[in-house]
């Protein structure tokens, strides 16, 4: 645990990836907040469970839509630039949310708007933010990057719930406006940053777009580890993610007060928390296959009191439970992907993973709002744990992916090096 709490230590002397994580932590706060509001503003609007779900989906649906390009984008581009623009533009469309609220016009076609278009920002943001702190971290680090990165994510689980839940009481495009906020936030901190982010020039004769995504593609499929963990995290994305949106629409259903629901995404925040905490010295410690083969089990065994107990403190006992180990287990496969892929691959690889991972995610919620309408909340919630099961098999049988080592027993790749690591980037100790 000593070793950890040094790790954490270390990070901090680190300038510009501090800076990078303090922006982003406010920022995903803001954002947390509006995802929270996006499916009960819709219910609220339409009183269909069905709008709250394609609301809700519209966004990881432009997200999802993005990735690929993106991830072209931040191998060619200034992934700084790259992530100001994407900041810049969700001020710009919260900003439109909350001044339609104020005005009294705000509609649900403006809201699939807004949604829509600040999941492609995000789609924008996301493999230069990942490029970024490969660049600005060093490999033997990059466990204890992650974990903070988990953390940052679970801090705004923890508050954003509850305080769109209050926010929304108060006004219901409260939330927007501070989001709007915290984009702008993300903007100063991001220009802030001194390490050129600039990805190293491409060696060779110039490809055309498609034939450079493909090579992030060509990477994973001799792979066997990242094959298999684009299968697995597909179907558990879906699954997992749809049984959440049925205990949600649940106790929206049963008049559950907003700020009670907030509750759940804080014992989520939580537990993800102490997880992402625990996280550098579990991923130490245990063995990367193993962890990953754990943690699809620890997305099963929660769901099945839910089953019986549709209730906030049975939905807040699930998901606490769920991410205790989940910060450990997205950080070390982070870590050991970061770390297995070349700088000149790294937004390509990253974005491919992800757009075959994340593509299920904006069908959980209609999936998800789709077997609660037709077969009710306990057969819902059985009939998604059961798949959850069945998907906890692959990484369990798969030799690929449970045979990969700890982090000290991984090849070790050469460190980037040029003006892609400026002296103001590393951590010496």
Partial sequence: MLRNMAGYRQLARNRDFTILWVGETVSELGSTMSLFVFPLLGYHLTGSTAVAALLEGAGLLGT?????????????????????????????????LVLAGSLGILTVAHLAVVALLTGVAQGVFRPAQLAAVRTVVLTEDLATALSQNQARHHIAELLGGPLGGALYAVRAWAPFAVDAVSYGVSCLTLSRIRTDLRPHPREGAPTRPMQQIREGYRFIRHQPFFRTLMVWSTINNLVVNACF??????????????????LVSTSAGIGGILGALAAPYVIDRWRTGTLTVAVGWMCVLPLVPLMWWSTTWAACASVFAILLLNPAGNAGIGAYRAAMTPDELQGRVGSALGFVSMGSMPVAPVLGGFLLASVGGTAAIAGLAAASAL?????????SMNSVP??????????PTGPALAPTAQMHT
Avoid: H, K, N
């Fill in 391 to 399: 998907s906890a098999m692959i990484p369990t049988c798969s030799r």
């Fill in 406 to 415: 700890r982090p000290a027993d991984w090849p070790r790749p050469a460190e």
């Fill in 64 to 96: 999802v839509a993005m990735l690929l390009p993106a991830g072209l984008l931040a191998d060619r581009c200034d992934r700084r630039a790259l992530m100001l623009l994407a900041s810049a533009t969700g001020a710009l469309l919260y900003g439109s």
């Fill in 245 to 262: 949106f049925v205990v949600m629409m649940r106790l929206v259903r049963d008049g559950v007060q907003p700020a009670q629901i907030g």
